[in-house]
Nanobody, 124 residues
């Protein structure tokens, strides 16, 4: 399966963006999908994940601002990001994996396939 992340861009602080992750050559049905981000000079960090059939997780520091959702009819997973801050600036990646238990959603090595990333830049 190939993943295509899109929706990034330049936004002012306080604004919103919705990232999309589309699977081609496969389907998200039966799989867990995660969003991670990596800022320059920093390690890749977990943002949010959604398991099959539906339990979700958002990292504590982003709860209330970021939400993850899935539209199986469009084979797409979304990351809605509100009240964006300059610290949210990073490349955002989506990833997919099978048989990921809830406690492992935040672990990058749990995922088998990664998208190419989409840049999000938040200006102050």
């Amino acid at each position: 399966v190939q993943l295509q992340a899109s929706g990034g861009g330049l936004v002012q602080a306080g604004g919103s963006l919705r990232l999309s992750c589309v699977a081609s050559g496969g389907t998200f049905s039966g799989y867990s999908v995660g969003w991670f981000r990596q800022a320059p000079g920093k390690e890749r960090e977990f943002v949010a994940g959604i398991r099959w059939p539906g339990s979700q997780s958002v990292t504590d520091s982003l709860k209330g601002r970021f939400t993850i959702s899935r539209d199986l009819s469009k084979n797409t997973v979304y990351l809605q990001m509100n009240s964006l801050k300059p610290d949210d600036t990073a490349v955002y990646y989506c990833a997919v994996g099978s048989r990921i238990i809830y406690s492992q959603l935040a672990v990058p090595s749990s995922y088998e396939h990664w998208g190419q990333g989409t840049q999000v830049t938040v200006s102050s």
